[in-house]
C-alpha cells in the first residue's frame, strides 16, 4: 500500500513539473514567433509595415540576425513611444 502511494505521489510530481516547465520554458521558435507577434501589434496588424521595420533595422546593422532585427525594431517602436 505504502508503494502504491508513493508511486502515485511521484507521478503526480513529474506530471506536474513538466506541465510547469512547459508553461515556463519557451523554445527559441516560440521566443521568435512571441516577438513577432507584439510587433504586429506593435503596428495594428500592419505585416508590410512590421516587414519595413524589419528590413530597416537589418540594413542599419547588416550583422543582425532577422530573430534581432525583429526585437530591435519591437524595441524601437517601444522607445519611440517615451
Known sequence: ME???IGGLLLV???????LRSF???TP???VVGSYRLLLNQVSGD???AERLIAYEMRKNPYLSRDEAIEDASSRIISDLR
Open 13 to 19: 510530481a513529474v506530471v506536474f513539473f513538466f506541465t
Open 29 to 31: 521558435h516560440e521566443s
Open 47 to 49: 505585416r508590410g509595415k
Open 3 to 5: 508503494y502504491l502511494l
Open 24 to 26: 515556463l520554458v519557451r
